[in-house]
């Protein structure tokens, strides 16, 4: 064997060594912090895949960040929206004033109320969510609850929405609660950072070195 297949040899050992021995100390958390980094400088706007929805499972990684904790502790990862979704809610009952809603910007200027339902339609790779007025939150959902109603009713006996003026009325009702309602001051936003996972491919080189 050559000198560089000696080195090389060595340098792998050296390296199963140094994680066999971070493994027994416990200290593999430098390790995680260097897999979070390296995926959260992914930009998001450059993964454009489509809908949560249509990936793959375990294809993401789902980030959850917001306004008041800074620096790298405060990313929390996860491996699917529900679970980011749920950790969103439960800090923002934590963080926000009470009686505060969450509400999901949807990426059209407006606010609907953060359901998973809402969620999973955006093709945004940065969701973002923010509190506002309980009252105007509760009317938006109330209208979207009529409007799914009317849909299906149309649906149900073969008509086609658009034809429906009782559709329509409810849109632009719909369309004008969203646009009415503001953040409320000193709340706390999240966002949830949507980014896919790349596996390495195996080159001849690895299989040359195994």
């Known amino acids: ?117 809402n969620v999973k339609k955006s093709y945004a790779r940065n969701l973002r969510f923010v509190a506002s007025n309980a009252d105007a939150a509760s009317v938006v959902a109330g209208i979207q609850s009529k409007l799914k109603g009317a849909l299906q009713a149309c649906a149900l006996v073969g008509v086609d929405p658009s034809n429906v003026a009782k559709v329509a009325d409810l849109r632009a009702e719909l369309e004008t609660a969203q646009l009415s309602i503001g953040t409320m001051d000193n709340a706390t936003e999240f966002t949830i950072a949507v980014l896919p996972l790349h596996k390495r491919k195996h080159t001849k080189r690895d299989s040359v070195a195994k």
């Open 1 to 117: 064997m050559n000198s560089d297949g000696s080195n090389n040899n060595q340098s792998s050992r050296g390296i199963d060594k140094q994680f066999a021995n971070s493994r027994q100390d416990g200290d593999n958390i430098s390790a995680q912090c260097d897999i979070l980094i390296t995926v959260e400088a992914i930009k998001p706007q450059h993964n454009w895949i489509g809908p949560n929805t249509m990936a793959t499972a375990n294809s993401n990684v789902f980030l959850v960040t917001n306004s008041i904790d800074e620096g790298a502790n405060a990313i929390v990862a996860f491996s699917n929206l529900g679970s980011a979704l749920d950790y969103v809610k439960d800090s923002h009952g934590d963080l926000n004033p009470e009686g505060a809603a969450l509400m999901f910007d949807n990426g059209t200027n407006s606010l609907v109320p953060a359901t998973i339902a």
